[in-house]
């Protein structure tokens, strides 16, 4: 946390020191106050973890969602925003200000475990991945990566437990940087955040582009088929509630596992297709030469490895970063965990989903690369070569991947509005009338600007693996022991202060020595295990960023090679898949 102003409230004990809380109350502290200590934090934390720990969990109720009937009266209680004080709040009781918390968290575990499968789920690139890593390297990295990712989950779950309350509202991933570490840690988060989403809605833009791009066998003009996706997200994108989404998320699952069982079945009874490889195959990326054609249009046969398929070591990192995509998503859990009405419930549909998400992964992506080998393209959907098939699924991802576009561009904009626009211009709250108008303004110049984003890089792949290793890797496998990190030391600081040390009564926080030496305290207090686990989570971190610093090495160089060769750019009619231009 920042360094907090320190009052003696009474003679002490010399480095004993009393932090005045000033006697405020939550509901009229300021958005992200800096004189809350994680001591106040972790106090309503555990006040609030014991009342919901009582709570029946909410049950999926399909008749409703069919239904137009108005919503119940506790969701229109959301209008009380709870994280940010009003010119009247002096007129709000402590319970009015605590029910309005309690009436924005409505989502089950069901909702949300279709949430992360939704907003994870890509087994589409996985083929080419395993590809380009060979059977043996492909699987036991997904199989860690997997692994991590959920490590990672039950990371920001741990932190969000002991930080989030009715009083304190948890938002998003920004508010715990903000809790454990201070502000600096919070704007860049954000900004982290904000800049990765856009990216990965403009990634998601391009790549269903080509989509219908394809579908209309170039007829239609390559620059508008972006655009047609952008218009349809317009629309998707006003849902604004994660609760309400849940219902739309659970059709996006279905829909990519159709598809996966069409691919598999096509795939097994008709040749890969060959033409298309050299647009984004496995070969084409790691060894060229094995999928070019002899003097008479034959290919070369197809072929598998069980270790790494060459020695072209940017090519295997690079599909490994395509890994790196399939897994990333822990930067939106706390945007789910702060809608749920049973927080604690979370861990049981993360770890549910990242098993799922994981066999879905390891099976589909061995069953590809089996049948088709170095010409497993990326996605696998469009190295389909029946027309016919490969036109249903471009339709059927074409309308998953609407709708998980609609989720980064959902919760992207969440973040631009409440951290930017409502903190430094004081645009109005989003649960505010004038904040919906404002919302729905924002929609369509977001979509915008994360088309030409992508759009103004004409390779695509390298442009994945620039925002997989820079952006992704980092807020999914780097941020959360980070996190962990600063609450589990301070956590432990305060044990080492006398267990509580927050009086809600005076609202002075009691603390012992000066900054560093509470964090030092704090990284040795707890006993071995508490000890060995702050060491592994330094460790973790260290891994991690030596991994983004390998992987912007692979990218930066794949995109030199590729930019020494002029492409199309969406900008140009003339489609990047269309080999016959």
Request: charged residues 15%; aromatic residues 18%.
């Given at each position: 946390m920042d360094d907090k102003e320190i009052k003696t409230s009474s003679p002490s004990p010399p480095n004993e020191h009393a932090i005045q809380s000033t006697y405020i109350r939550p509901r009229e502290r300021k958005l992200h106050d800096p004189d809350v200590t994680l001591e106040e934090y972790h106090f309503y934390a555990q006040k609030t973890r014991a009342e919901q720990d009582s709570l029946e969990a909410p049950k999926t109720q399909w008749n409703k969602f069919f239904s137009r009937k108005p919503k119940a009266s506790a969701d229109r209680g959301t209008e009380i925003n709870p994280t940010t004080p009003k010119v009247n709040a002096f007129e709000i009781s402590d319970e009015e200000w605590t029910n309005a918390s309690r009436a924005f968290r409505t989502a089950s575990a069901g909702a949300c475990f279709y949430l992360i499968t939704t907003d994870i789920l890509g087994p589409f690139a996985v083929p080419f991945a395993i590809g380009t890593l060979g059977y043996g390297p492909g699987v036991a990295l997904f199989t860690v990566f997997g692994f991590m990712a959920g490590y990672s989950?039950?990371?920001?779950?741990?932190?969000?437990?002991?930080?989030?309350?009715?009083?304190?509202?948890?938002?998003?991933?920004?508010?715990?940087?903000?809790?454990?570490?201070?502000?600096?840690?919070?704007?860049?988060?954000?900004?982290?955040?904000?800049?990765?989403?856009?990216?990965?809605?403009?990634?998601v833009v391009i790549l269903f582009g080509q989509n219908i791009s394809q579908m209309s066998q170039f007829r239609l003009c390559y620059a508008v088929c972006p655009l047609l996706f952008v218009i349809a997200g317009f629309f998707l994108t006003q849902i604004r509630t994660l609760r309400n989404y849940g219902w739309v998320a659970q059709m996006a699952v279905w829909l990519n596992l159709l598809v996966i069982f069409i691919t598999m079945g096509v795939m097994a009874h008709s040749p890969p297709n060959f033409p298309v490889a050299v647009l984004g195959s496995a070969g084409g990326t790691v060894d060229p030469d094995s999928i070019t054609p002899d003097d008479d249009g034959n290919y070369p046969p197809i072929i598998h490895s069980a270790g790494l398929p060459t020695t072209n070591l940017v090519g295997s990192i690079n599909g490994l970063l395509s890994g790196v995509l399939a897994y990333a998503g822990a930067q939106l859990f706390v945007e789910f965990l702060a809608e749920m009405r049973r927080p604690r419930d979370f861990l049981k549909a993360m770890w549910g989903a990242q098993l799922f998400i994981y066999t879905v992964y390891v099976v589909y992506g061995c069953y590809v690369y089996y049948f088709q080998g170095q010409y497993t393209y990326n996605p696998a959907f469009q190295g389909v070569s029946t027309y016919g098939w490969q036109t249903v699924g471009n339709t059927f991802t074409l309308i998953a991947g609407l709708i998980a576009a609609g989720l980064y561009g959902n919760i992207g904009i969440?973040?631009?509005?409440?951290?930017?626009?409502?903190?430094?211009?004081?645009?109005?709250?989003?649960?505010?009338?004038?904040?919906?108008?404002?919302?729905?303004?924002?929609?369509p110049f977001w979509w915008s600007i994360a088309f030409i984003i992508a759009a103004a890089i004409p390779d695509y792949f390298g442009f994945v693996a620039v925002i997989s290793a820079s952006m992704l890797l980092n807020l999914t496998y780097t941020i959360p022991p980070f996190l962990a990190l600063g609450y589990d030391i301070q956590r432990m600081a305060m044990q080492g202060e006398g267990g509580e040390v927050f009086d809600p009564m005076t609202g002075l926080t009691k603390r012992t020595g000066t900054v560093m030496q509470r964090y030092i305290r704090g990284f040795l207090s707890g006993g071995p295990l508490s000890v060995a686990r702050n060491v592994w989570h330094v460790f973790y971190i260290l891994a991690s960023l030596s991994m983004c610093g390998l992987g912007m090495y692979a990218a930066v160089q794949g995109m030199i090679d590729v930019f020494e060769n002029p492409q199309v750019t969406s900008f140009s009619c003339t489609s990047p898949l269309n080999l016959n231009a």
């Open positions: 989950g039950y990371l920001i779950w741990h932190v969000f437990l002991g930080v989030d309350s009715h009083e304190f509202p948890a938002r998003n991933y920004g508010d715990l940087a903000f809790r454990t570490w201070g502000r600096i840690a919070r704007h860049s988060l954000n900004f982290l955040q904000a800049v990765a989403l856009l990216l990965l809605l403009g990634q969440k973040v631009f509005y409440n951290n930017i626009l409502v903190e430094w211009f004081h645009a109005p709250l989003l649960v505010t009338k004038p904040g919906k108008m404002f919302y729905a303004a924002i929609v």
